[in-house]
């Protein structure tokens, strides 16, 4: 499925997976060997493309397990397996990419940046919020409902001029508005 996407110059590939064809592969480079399994004398095990993809499809889209599952054919129970597997493979090995600022030299060079690129002085960055719809983890009852009644965790996000991430925070669950989603931030 992910092949015949690919050779289509559609853009089919870069709106399934929510990434070009060059980052998917350049990512799977780096997690491929984490999250490959054997065949057994059972089945044949699931190839390594198809369980990233798996993921970004469930990161990108919010699909639950079972609509997962009819599409990529196998079970609810593989489906999160795959999931959990691939991003703790994800931030195994992209950890050392990220680098946070820890120096107000860092913090003065974005707000020169965003100055002389964006004319806004005094600015150290862009914020924006998402809500990321998710299963309702067990026992947690209306903790996770959002203001629109669906379950959802709050990606928190501030980029630099060059629209480059320097601070994400996913934890905030409840119903809250903006303003008291930044303060729960470690941001704030």
Not at 48 to 76: H, M, P, W
Not at 78 to 100: F, G, M, P, Q, T
């Amino acid at each position: 499925m992910l092949e015949d996407m690919n050779q289509e110059p559609s853009g089919k590939f870069h709106n399934f997976c929510r990434m070009s064809a060059i980052d998917f592969e350049h990512l799977l480079s780096k997690i491929g060997p984490i999250i490959i399994k054997e065949d057994t004398n059972m089945r044949k095990a699931i190839p390594v493309q198809e369980r990233f993809a798996i993921t970004l499809r469930f990161l990108a889209s919010g699909d639950s397990f079972t609509s997962l599952s009819y599409l990529f054919k196998c079970s609810n129970q593989v489906i999160s397996n795959i999931v959990h597997v691939v991003c703790n493979a994800l931030v195994h090995e992209l950890r050392n990419d990220i680098k946070l600022l820890t120096f107000s030299q860092d913090w003065q060079n974005i707000s020169n940046e965003f100055s002389s690129k964006w004319n806004f002085p005094n600015c150290v960055g862009a914020i924006d919020g998402k809500h990321i719809i998710i299963q309702s983890p067990m026992n947690s009852g209306s903790e996770f409902i959002n203001y629109k009644g669906t379950f959802s965790v709050v990606l928190m996000a501030l980029v630099d001029a060059d629209y480059c991430f320097t601070f994400a925070d996913v934890r905030c669950q409840r119903k809250i508005s903006n303003g008291g989603v930044l303060r729960n931030t470690t941001f704030f």
